[in-house]
């Protein structure tokens, strides 16, 4: 039949929502072990903070520009705290258990993939990007499976170059974003559904592999967090011209 679904196509969009409502888990909420993005985000920029901290709902917070220090530093911890637990074997195989039913992502890279998730979402939250908003959500989602600032661009029909920013994204009707995370879970099917899991940031910068006897090389996040950084500072989403 014409709209019977080949195996692939069956799989991509499984993976596609399977992506999206972990980004929502992760992200939002918290899943098993590790809390959401937001509060941990926000306990972390607390601490850092001290008695001058104010809660994100709060009319005297200040700007993110106006915090640039703070949330610098706060942001190389997140970094530094994700790459701690994606390279801890025992974590990430406990946590990959809970979040793959009904998919064939491996186990360790889908608790590496939980990490990052976590971690991008932090960064967008401290930058000024609202992750509780889906739209914003998908666009987090993206960078922290390793797709590039210019590939998460084109899935959004934008070229390199033009302004595209929080208030733009909003407006995109939410049919279209559902297919925008197919195009994520197209990524990580093509990406992970061979014995060797790699993905590749922009000039083939190789991440989420090296997976040996169940670990994740953690240098991956580190990665996928400077390049989230660099990408959502401000409230236009950056990207490089390719060269």
């Keep these: ?35 959401g ?11 850092r903070q001290g008695a001058d901290y104010r809660a994100s709902d709060d009319d005297e917070r200040r700007s993110p520009e106006d915090m640039k220090d703070d949330i610098d530093a706060v942001v190389a911890r997140l970094i530094k705290e994700s790459v701690a637990a994606a390279g801890t074997q025992g974590f990430v195989t406990g946590l990959g258990g ?7 992502i491996p186990a360790n890279v889908a608790a590496s993939i939980t990490v990052n998730m976590r971690m991008a979402g932090a960064i967008a939250h401290l930058r000024g990007w609202d992750i509780r908003d889906p739209h914003v959500r998908t666009v987090a989602m993206m960078l922290a499976i390793g797709m590039s600032a210019q590939s998460v661009l084109a899935s959004f029909g934008v070229k390199v170059g033009q302004k595209f920013g929080e208030q733009m994204i909003k ?51 580190a990665v996928i967090g400077r390049a989230t950084d660099k990408a959502l500072r401000g409230d236009i989403l950056q990207a490089e011209e390719p060269e």
């Design 1 to 35: 039949m014409a709209d019977e679904k080949t195996p692939d196509e069956g799989a991509v969009e499984k993976a596609g929502r399977w992506i999206a409502d972990l980004a929502e888990k992760v992200m939002v909420n918290g899943v098993g072990p590790i809390t």
């Design 37 to 47: 993005s937001v509060a941990w985000a926000e306990d972390r920029l607390s601490r």
């Design 98 to 104: 809970l979040l793959t039913a009904g998919v064939t």
């Design 171 to 221: 407006k995109i009707p939410i049919t279209v974003i559902r297919a925008i995370n197919k195009k994520a879970g197209t990524h990580l099917v093509a990406k992970y559904g061979t014995k060797r899991a790699a993905i590749t940031l922009a000039k083939g910068v190789p991440i989420l592999g090296g997976i040996v006897g169940g670990a994740v090389d953690a240098g991956s996040t």
